[in-house]
């Protein structure tokens, strides 16, 4: 199945640059921007082709039949964004109930171009105690970029710059200059 992920990326013109870290067992990927729905579909493609396990947090809405069972199988989880529901600790339990365990996530929490990054990500790798992975899909380029694993210190301000510094080249809103909503 790898050879036919790297095989689709190459013919649609995507590439891969750097690896996952297959030597870590947890971690929260944060992708970077998330501005289409071809961006699943691209992950899913690049997931496959380096040969990594990776669950992701999706509206709810998605898991609604008729396709609700290929987003489950796709590695989804359902997030109710209408309640307040402390998402967070219930990703953190997650990783404290799996040996392996890896999530991705769109920091802006949305495909709309937004002014500042949500913050669930960083205090979902603080509270489990796992790194952050960079990864930048660079769609002018069709070129992902994953970048060596961020380990969070729990210092949000100091913190969130330097990895948001991965993505400035791309974009020049305010997501990607350093703000960020608490």
């Not at 359902?78 to 999530?103: C, G, H, L, M, W």
């Not at 992902?144 to 961020?150: D, R, S």
Request: aromatic share 14%; proline share 7%.
């Amino acid at each position: 199945m790898s050879g036919l992920c790297k095989f689709i990326l190459k013919i649609s013109g995507w590439r891969v640059i750097g690896d996952m870290p297959h030597d870590i067992k947890k971690y929260v990927i944060i992708v970077a921007p998330h501005t289409s729905n071809w961006d699943f579909i691209i992950g899913v493609l690049v997931r496959c082709t380096l040969g990594f396990k990776s669950m992701y947090l999706g509206k709810k809405e998605l898991f609604r039949p008729p396709f609700g069972w290929l987003f489950r199988k796709l590695g989804g989880y359902p997030v109710d964004r209408s309640k307040k529901a402390n998402v967070t600790d219930q990703v953190v339990d997650y990783y404290n109930s799996y040996e392996a365990f890896a999530i991705a996530v769109a920091p802006e929490g949305t495909r709309k171009k937004v002014a500042k990054w949500r913050t669930g990500f960083y205090f979902i790798a603080y509270k489990a105690g796992v790194p952050i992975v960079p990864a930048v899909m660079d769609r002018k380029h069709k070129k992902v970029t994953i970048h060596p694993p961020f380990w969070p210190t729990g210092d949000l301000d100091a913190d969130l710059p330097k990895l948001q510094a991965c993505y400035r080249h791309l974009n020049k809103n305010k997501a990607a200059g350093g703000e960020h909503e608490k």
